[in-house]
């Protein structure tokens, strides 16, 4: 394979980041990468994918930042590269909780104890630890961990509302995960803010967990923000968790409704995708900008026009 796909974050403090964020991008379109980040006054969050060289070109841009030294990035060779364009934005957050005072969590100063792969999975089975997934719905109904509390959540920036729900847990060691590690840095931040007194991150997130571990233990597959969709993580004891939106069917098949302003992540089965024309019911398949399911249920957004009235 002569591509590669980085996942990455990095918590540090950018003075300028507006500014940033475009020098960002040039450097980016000058080598020729593809793909997403967002940059805050926090850091950095992106997933990218390009050829090997570029890949090591663009390491090298972040790593000799004194800034960002300390990034750890997540590779995986891929058949081709994951995005079409190259996105970078600057947003207030680069994983939107709506908690953005620094006086209240700050991921730099305190989180949850970091376990690496081995640690996590030799700790999941013990009797006094909970295994919390701090993702969204969408994420966790295509793959978790076994026994893992799951939140009925739409969006991260909904889990500070959700915590009073585990307050029956604070006897507990919480054990978080979620598909990188970034969700986890504010979410065992803020529990223990809250009181919890022994919170835990699995470090690197489901990803490194794959790698490094084998991916025991979680079932299904892993969502991931690019145009693969969902990935493969555990080679040692693999199930299925998912089922088809439509049928009930297994399936591991996550798509996009055609409908753009439905636009529903949804497990559909290939049969069900057919028939549906990439739609999650019938009246999105008479949406009169539906777009052409061509398989894959993956579409890259256009621009729609400006409609002067």
Do not use: W
């Not at 777009?291 to 993956?298: A, E, F, L, N």
């Amino acid at each position: 394979m002569n591509y590669q796909t980085l996942l990455y974050y990095c918590y540090s403090s950018i003075e300028n980041a507006e500014q940033y964020t475009l020098e960002h991008l040039q450097f980016c379109k000058s080598i020729g990468l593809v793909g997403r980040i967002i940059i805050a006054d926090e850091g950095l969050n992106g997933t990218v994918s390009g050829t090997k060289e570029q890949c090591k070109q663009y390491m090298d841009y972040v790593l000799n930042d004194h800034r960002f030294a300390h990034t750890e990035f997540k590779i995986d060779d891929v058949e081709e590269p994951s995005f079409i364009k190259m996105h970078v934005r600057y947003k207030s957050e680069i994983v939107f909780s709506g908690l953005r005072d620094p006086q209240y969590i700050d991921p730099t100063k305190e989180t949850g104890v970091h376990l690496e792969p081995k640690d996590f999975m030799e700790m999941i089975d013990r009797d006094d630890v909970i295994i919390l997934d701090v993702r969204s719905n969408y994420e966790h109904n295509v793959g978790r961990f076994k026994n893992a509390i799951t939140l009925d959540i739409d969006n991260f920036r909904d889990f500070p509302s959700k915590i009073n729900e585990l307050a029956q847990y604070k006897d507990k060691k919480i054990l978080t995960y979620c598909t990188g590690g970034i969700k986890c840095e504010k979410a065992s931040a803020l529990l223990l803010k809250e009181g919890f007194p022994e919170v835990y991150q699995l470090h690197g997130g489901i990803i490194k967990y794959g790698k490094e571990a084998g991916g025991k233990d979680f079932d299904g597959k892993c969502y991931v923000f690019d145009n693969r969709l969902m990935v493969d993580v555990n080679s040692v004891n693999p199930i299925v968790v998912s089922k088809c939106y439509n049928c009930g069917s297994e399936t591991t098949k996550m798509i996009n409704c055609a409908n753009p302003e439905c636009n529903e992540h949804i497990t559909q089965c290939d049969n069900c995708g057919e028939k549906m024309e990439g739609c999650c019911s019938e009246i999105c398949m008479e949406h009169p900008r539906k777009r052409v399911y061509d398989g894959t249920g993956y579409y890259v957004k256009v621009p729609q026009p400006i409609i002067l009235k």
